[in-house]
């Protein structure tokens, strides 16, 4: 774990850390005020009484990305739709609960409880648990259908567990979306597949560092080549006193095609850093613990020992050692050793090429929000992101919502990657899941059991004329983040050929509340070996992910304080590095 954090970002820091609220341990609120009714799963009204409907809700996949309107509780009340239901940072009633796990939501009383059960009509006997329609059982019948595995071997077969959480499905969500992990691991194997086929280049020294090694790096020769001198002095032959060899400047650095002369016994030469060591000479003596008499006897201040201040020959390594194994990324430090141990070239993976295409009508590109228009965001947050991911940018364009538009776009880009924002739900102005359909493209990923950010999907393009892979992600500016964390981050990894960073955990202060079913995935910061959730963190919002150093892995159901979560690093943050690097 890292220090403090940089007092530079302390005010930023506290304006965007999630401060505790005062609970009165009565009333089931955190604050004095009444429970709201669509968090007790009663609606208003006398006890029993159905409340008044909501207004028309899309279906799972629909409208816009996790919007935070609750609406009155209806007959259904407490059910989380995965695509409608109120984002915890921005909901009031959802943010201030207090316990999490079986008892989320629940403070001193059971009001505010968010349940998963369907309320019971009148007269109708006991409620049981709502099923998806697809986990409904056969009916009229005691067998298993022959469409049904029994439900040890589904998990199994279909995917793991988020963050060892048993796979029970939420009555709401959608069949298709997938769960975080899964996601990801599907993201990763896309591109290994992909690398698999793809040349690698010969690049100069000057051009290599940030992609990775295709080759292991072996040593072309022994390093250092011959002894060397590690410290300006004398070389000496056997025990003091020595008489010094009068030689001129003595053996320097640097002298191609000349060997010095052997020492012979008691005899001692001037030796500068770096030069070759005559041949029997037993030590380097520094110039400052030694002294020469005016007979040109030389005497030590302090003991000399046998191969002191001497560089044999191989002892960083020997013609043929593996110095870099392939994947290792290629660093300023990784080309001085090349260098060093004689390349002029490296052998690398190329850096992928991404176009991104921003989608949307309301969105401007420059000056402020107006009747109904929206600053880009995501035009200027994304290239730089994918550069520090190891991508090339080809090229960022606007698109409007059209499906003409982005077929053409996608037909004629030439990049091995296609970031796209917006347009991936099932709205009128959606139309990237039917452009894909249009163009026979394979769907890896059509949804992913996470907040924010759940529309995002992969694809792979392969009736182009250039196989490449889409990313979907969302318009809200979060929830893109979320997509390129989950989706584009291990896509990009395994196609540049770089290896998984090894996990990293850390406790967090604070409880953290989660969703029903889906994994969250909350900005944090780094402070006093601790992970602090950061306030702001709704789809829509940018201001906790720019304070943030890391973010965190939220299971389904929410963690308790001093839970050790898994840490995402940001591509741009030393401190998260430290910490996962520990």
Not at 135 to 153: E, L, W, Y
Not at 325 to 337: F, N
Request: with cysteine; glycine share 10%.
């Amino acid at each position: 774990m890292t220090g403090p954090h940089p007092d530079d970002h302390l005010a930023l820091y506290e304006a965007v850390t999630d401060t505790p609220r005062r609970t009165t341990g009565t009333t089931g609120t955190t604050d004095g005020r009444p429970a709201p009714a669509h968090h007790t799963g009663q609606g208003p009204g006398a006890p029993g009484t159905p409340p008044d409907p909501p207004p028309a809700s899309p279906g799972p996949g629909g409208g816009t990305e996790e919007s935070s309107a609750t609406g009155p509780a209806t007959a259904d009340a407490g059910r989380v739709d995965p695509d409608t239901d109120p984002d915890p940072d921005t909901d009031p009633a959802l943010a201030e609960t207090g316990s999490v796990g079986a008892d989320k939501g629940r403070t001193g009383t059971d009001a505010g409880r968010v349940s998963t059960e369907v309320p019971a009509p009148p007269h109708s006997g006991p409620r049981r648990p709502a099923r998806h329609p697809a986990q409904a059982p056969a009916r009229h019948t005691g067998r298993q259908r022959p469409d049904q595995q029994p439900p040890d071997q589904r998990q199994l077969d279909q995917q793991r567990p988020d963050q060892g959480q048993l796979d029970q499905r939420h009555p709401d969500q959608h069949p298709g979306h997938v769960p975080w992990t899964v996601a990801r691991d599907r993201a990763a194997a896309a591109g290994a597949a992909a690398r698999r086929t793809r040349p690698v280049v010969r690049a100069p020294l000057h051009t290599a560092t940030g992609v990775a090694l295709a080759h292991p790096l072996t040593a072309l020769t022994d390093l250092p080549s011959f002894d060397t001198s590690a410290m300006d002095g004398w070389a000496v032959s056997g025990p003091a006193p020595w008489t010094v060899r009068e030689t001129g400047a003595g053996v320097l650095a640097g002298t191609a095609g000349t060997t010095p002369a052997p020492l012979t016994d008691g005899e001692a030469v001037r030796i500068a850093t770096g030069a070759r060591v005559p041949k029997d000479a037993t030590a380097v003596v520094r110039t400052e613990h030694a002294h020469a008499d005016r007979h040109g006897q030389l005497y030590p201040s302090r003991e000399v020992q046998p191969g002191q201040d001497i560089r044999a020959r191989g002892q960083e390594c020997r013609e043929g050692d593996l110095l870099m194994p392939a994947a290792t990324l290629v660093t300023p430090a990784v080309v001085g050793l090349a260098a060093a141990a004689g390349y002029d070239t490296l052998t690398v993976v190329p850096r992928p090429t991404a176009d991104i295409l921003v989608l949307g009508d309301e969105l401007l590109d420059e000056g402020l929000p107006h009747d109904g228009l929206i600053r880009d965001a995501l035009g200027p947050l994304l290239p730089p992101w994918l550069h520090a991911l190891g991508v090339e940018v080809a090229a960022v364009r606007h698109l409007r919502d059209d499906a003409a538009t982005l077929h053409d776009a996608l037909t004629a880009s030439t990049a091995d990657l296609i970031i796209s924002t917006g347009g991936t739900a099932a709205g009128p102005a959606d139309h990237v899941r039917p452009t894909l359909d249009r163009l026979g493209a394979e769907l890896l990923v059509d949804g992913v059991r996470v907040r924010p950010g759940h529309p995002m999907l992969l694809a792979r393009l392969t009736t182009r004329r250039h196989p490449a892979y889409l990313v979907g992600l969302p318009g809200n500016p979060l929830a893109a983040v979320s997509g390129l964390l989950t989706l584009a981050e291990p896509l990009i990894r395994a196609l540049a050929g770089r290896p998984a960073p090894e996990p990293c955990t850390a406790p967090v202060r604070d409880a953290v509340t989660g969703h029903p079913s889906d994994t969250r995935l909350v900005p944090v910061s780094l402070r006093a070996d601790e992970a602090v959730p950061l306030r702001y963190s709704g789809p829509a919002m940018l201001r906790g992910i720019a304070a943030a150093d890391a973010i965190a892995v939220v299971p389904p159901g929410g963690v308790r304080a001093g839970h050790e979560l898994e840490i995402l690093d940001l591509p741009w943050s030393l401190s998260a590095v430290g910490v996962c690097s520990t």
